[in-house]
């Protein structure tokens, strides 16, 4: 069995706010343009310029999963993402009330929860997000960026210290 | 599905509200946006009806493709008869108001009438409310946006709103969406204002359907790929539109000192890199934002660095806010420039026209033709960064004698001012110049000369002219979808085969207007971006109807044409100053003083600007005098006009 396989990673200062992210995730699955239907939504804030995507984390232990009355929540471990199986679901939205991150939706037409599910594999948000705000790599590689940041801070401060030493000589 | 976008008329005045399908038949003649709103404006006003009069209708709508796959489909028009020139008003904006209007369920609204008090449309899921606005009367434009989410509880709420200016009808007041998101030109936001009509707020969670959504999505990578290899959207994409000012002033293209200059010397703190300073200073190395669905993200974020603003957030500054607050005041401080911005966004007025007025009123002062006495004392010399700042706020608020009368717009000003004032108002049909010299460009002083909502450069611009790209690739892209073979030069002070570029532009700009699509997403800045082909396949893959590029050229000729028949109707004469297809009298006589060799030392010249009109009008079909031949209007089947078919 592999290690750990992939994870979708949000770097919301990368964010433009452009939402193309909600529209194609709701074309890609249901057909139709509509940012209601979409299991990734921007949150902004509009007069400050921030904006944050928001989507499912895929939790190992999913609160969603815990509390479906029925079981129709599972881990696909494969793909390592948590999957609601629509023909056991009763419509409840306890998945949707207990989710710390509001990545349950809930369609209000046909009267079943939503949640992002990877598009099997190659997600369209991150396809189609060009300043990749929105990726999709390998769970070990998610920190490594700020690490990379943050040891490129320290080896600069090193640098600094030299140099003022060679300074004071 | 984009098809079932329905169109709503409301009369403020009687509070009657209609919702209409939109006829397939209407639809293929006109496709929708900018295209259906001339159509619109055309049967819906009458003659000579006062711009901020209850008789003037106003139009606002999303284009064809809004909230579909075809990349960036963010754009919203708006169209009234102009309060500036009185000729054809129109102004688009990009955004999210467009595309959260499809979503609940419309396309276009004709809003009449005038409302007995301030009142704004609340639109969500098919229905549309006409609800009080005392409240918000007063506020600007984010606060009105900010306020109309609280009261209705809704963040998602995506509003069109005026500022004081449209309150004030000052008569270049804008229409606003966002942050700086501005339908800027032509004074619409005066025309919402003279209705009473704050806002308009639209929310929508209505599906629209995707006729083949795995195309749609395949073609839209494609798009997408294709829009962000090129270069120029690449640089849009980290310096925004500034880095346009800074390459066309650094050869003598921008307009300096209303007109006496075509190059600012000595601006290195607004050159584009050190506004990109700024924003990244205030903002953070990612700092670009954008529209709906949009990969070019050419919007920065800033913060207002210095000065009685300092800390302030605002999104742009744009090309026309350089050259509105530097170039053409002759200012030369970001402090200003951001601040400039600012205000015109939070008033709500254009900024183009801002800065240009003001700086003929400077050329006006220095020339003794405005004394003090009109200024109210203030020192109006170009490169007085404090009294152009505090002019915007006069203008807004219509203070003091000069505020109020610059308010009216140029032409209404110069009669007031009178002297020869009016000689040194750089306008075509009543609108300002964008801040640019054509002098050295003959394809853009036609362009400028004969745009149907007065000068400007989104109506026809040749942009891609300036490149001196080999003959062979001009010829690729204007000859299809109609057959070229007449000459072109790759030269951009030459005059010949100019026309008709000016035309194939005309008519590529229309079609974009129509689908709702972004200008730089098209062969505007950028020579290898998508044109008719590509749109034909977009329309077919998201709305399942079939065009050819021929018939969406077709569509755009025929709008074009409406909006020509509109304004002729308002009394359009080839080389009226005022309402005709000519330029200030300085591109003919003054010569340029500064740029590159092949710019300095340039006039327009006069004869070969005719022929080039001359040329221009009989490729559209025209006559000599600029009307339409009727075989043109039968070809184009306008032959009865107007036809109430909406």
């Not at chain 2, 293209?253 to 006496?260: E, M, P, S």
């Not at chain 2, 010829?475 to 299809?480: A, E, G």
């Not at chain 2, 006039?603 to 005719?610: L, T």
Request: aromatic share 8%; net charge neutral; charged share 25%.
């Amino acid at each position: 069995m592999e290690p750990m396989g992939k994870v979708l990673v949000i770097t919301p200062e990368k964010c433009t706010g452009c939402r193309l992210c909600e529209q194609v995730c709701s074309v890609f699955h249901d057909g139709v343009s509509n940012p209601a239907r979409s299991r990734i939504k921007v949150m902004k804030w509009e007069a400050e310029g921030l904006y944050i995507p928001m989507s499912c984390q895929q939790c190992q232990d999913a609160p969603c999963l815990i509390v479906c009355p029925v079981k129709a929540i599972t881990r696909d471990e494969k793909l390592s993402r948590v999957m609601v199986n629509h023909n056991i679901c009763i419509g409840c939205r306890s998945c949707v009330a207990v989710c710390p991150f509001g990545a349950m939706g809930f369609n209000v037409i046909d009267r079943k929860n939503f949640k992002c599910d990877l598009c099997d594999g190659d997600p369209q948000c991150v396809r189609f997000c060009e300043v990749k705000a929105v990726d999709y790599m390998d769970a070990d590689r998610v920190s490594i960026a700020k690490k990379k940041a943050a040891a490129e801070k320290i080896t600069a401060a090193q640098r600094q210290a030299i140099a003022l030493e060679a300074e004071s000589h | 599905m984009a098809l079932d976008r329905k169109i709503a008329y409301i009369d403020l005045s009687t509070r009657e509200i209609k919702i209409r399908p939109i006829p397939l038949e209407v639809r293929r003649k006109f496709l929708g946006g900018r295209g259906l709103d001339a159509y619109l404006l055309y049967n819906h006003t009458k003659k000579g009806c006062d711009p901020l009069g209850p008789e003037n209708t106003l139009m606002v709508s999303g284009g064809f493709l809004a909230a579909t796959l075809a990349s960036a489909t963010a754009r919203t028009h708006v169209m009234a008869k102009s309060p500036l020139g009185g000729m054809l008003g129109s102004a688009n904006m990009g955004g999210f108001f467009a595309p959260e209007l499809a979503w609940a369920g419309f396309h276009h609204l004709v809003i009449k009438g005038k409302a007995e008090k301030p009142v704004y449309l609340w639109i969500k899921n098919g229905k549309i409310e006409i609800r009080d606005a005392g409240h918000l009367w007063g506020h600007t434009t984010t606060e009105t946006q900010w306020a109309i989410r609280e009261e209705l509880g809704d963040e998602d709420i995506k509003s069109l709103v005026i500022g004081p200016a449209g309150e004030n009808l000052v008569r270049f007041a804008n229409v606003m969406t966002g942050i700086k998101n501005s339908g800027g030109r032509t004074g619409m936001g005066a025309v919402m204002g003279s209705k009473n009509l704050k806002a308009i707020a639209a929310r929508g969670t209505m599906d629209i359907k995707i006729a083949h959504p795995k195309e749609a999505l395949e073609y839209n990578k494609r798009f997408i790929d294709q829009i962000t290899s090129a270069k120029v959207n690449q640089t849009q994409g980290t310096l925004g539109t500034p880095f346009i000012w800074g390459a066309t002033n650094s050869w003598g293209g921008v307009r300096c000192r209303n007109f006496q200059f075509n190059q600012e010397l000595y601006c290195d703190e607004i050159e584009p890199e050190a506004i990109d300073e700024v924003c990244t200073e205030t903002m953070g190395p990612y700092h670009m934002t954008g529209c709906f669905g949009c990969q070019v993200h050419c919007r920065a974020q800033y913060k207002i660095p210095t000065g009685p603003y300092a800390g302030v957030y605002d999104e742009g500054p744009e090309y026309t806010s350089q050259g509105a607050f530097c170039g053409e005041p002759d200012c030369r401080s970001i402090e200003t420039l951001l601040t400039g911005n600012h205000l015109v966004d939070q008033y709500g007025m254009d900024n183009l026209e801002t800065g240009s007025i003001i700086s003929w009123a400077m050329e006006l002062y220095e020339l003794g033709i405005l004394t003090d006495k009109e200024t109210d004392g203030l020192d109006l010399r170009f490169g007085n960064d404090e009294a152009l700042l505090e002019m915007v706020k006069r203008i807004c608020f219509r203070k003091g004698w000069l505020g109020d009368t610059l308010a009216e717009g140029g032409i209404i000003a110069s009669e007031k001012i009178g002297k020869n004032s009016f000689d040194y108002l750089i306008q075509v049909k009543g609108v300002s110049n964008l801040h640019s010299d054509e002098r050295a460009t003959p394809a853009l002083a036609l362009n400028v000369a004969t745009a149907s909502r007065g000068s400007d450069h989104l109506r026809s611009r040749p942009a891609i002219d300036l490149y001196h790209l080999p003959e062979p690739v001009l010829r690729k892209i204007y000859s299809t979808p109609v057959p070229y073979d007449g000459p072109l030069s790759s030269e951009h002070t030459e005059y010949i085969g100019k026309p008709w570029q000016v035309f194939w532009q005309e008519n590529c700009y229309m079609a974009v207007d129509c689908l709702g699509i972004c200008k730089y997403h098209t062969v505007f800045l950028g020579a290898t971006l998508p044109n008719f082909e590509d749109w034909a396949k977009v329309i077919y893959y998201n709305t399942g109807l079939e065009f050819t590029p021929r018939e969406i050229w077709d569509v755009a000729e025929r709008c074009n044409m409406i909006e020509r028949l509109f304004n002729l109707r308002e009394g359009l004469q080839r080389e009226d100053l005022k309402k005709g297809d000519i330029l200030n009298h300085r591109y003919f006589d003054e010569p340029t003083r500064r740029g590159a060799p092949d710019v300095v030392g340039r006039v327009i010249d006069k004869e070969k600007f005719r022929k080039m009109i001359d040329e221009f009008y009989e490729y559209k079909g025209l006559d000599k005098n600029g009307v339409p031949k009727p075989e043109t209007l039968k070809r184009l089947g306008l032959e009865k006009e107007p036809s109430h078919l909406l």
